[in-house]
């Protein structure tokens, strides 16, 4: 059974950085997208950033140029480096992953969330 593990997420002042980190375990053939979203308290859950195995990212608008995707295919780890943080980036971050098992078969699954938090 796959999972994704979620780490790196915290309180932080605006203007800070943090990072956040995605790995996924179980027996995995190919993680074909992997991403973030996050949910702030009251709101729905909105696309971060994705990128694709082969490479091709995609952002919000609200964080181009502040937020970067990326990965270790090896570790089957993805990162989101935040700079220039805003209380408004406040919400918790849930790492997806759209992953096919060794015999093809494609499931979309979630990590469990971390909370960040931006103070003015």
């Known amino acids: 059974q796959v999972q994704l593990v979620e780490s790196g997420g915290g309180l932080v002042q605006a203007g800070g950085s943090l990072r956040l980190s995605c790995t996924a375990s179980?027996?995995?053939?190919?993680?074909?997208?992997m991403g973030w979203y996050r949910q702030a308290p009251g709101k729905q859950r909105e696309l971060v950033a994705t990128?694709?195995?082969?490479?091709?990212?995609n952002y919000a608008d609200s964080v181009k140029g502040r937020f970067t995707i990326s990965r270790d295919g090896a570790k089957n780890t993805w990162y989101l480096q935040m700079n220039s943080l805003k209380p408004e980036d406040t919400a918790v971050y849930y790492c997806?992953?759209?992953?096919?098992?060794?015999?093809?078969?494609?499931?979309?699954?979630w990590g469990q969330g971390t909370q960040v938090t931006v103070s003015s």
């Open positions: 990128e694709t195995s082969g490479g091709v990212t």
């Open positions: 997806n992953a759209y992953i096919r098992s060794i015999d093809y078969v494609g499931f979309q699954y």
């Open positions: 179980g027996v995995i053939g190919s993680i074909n997208v």
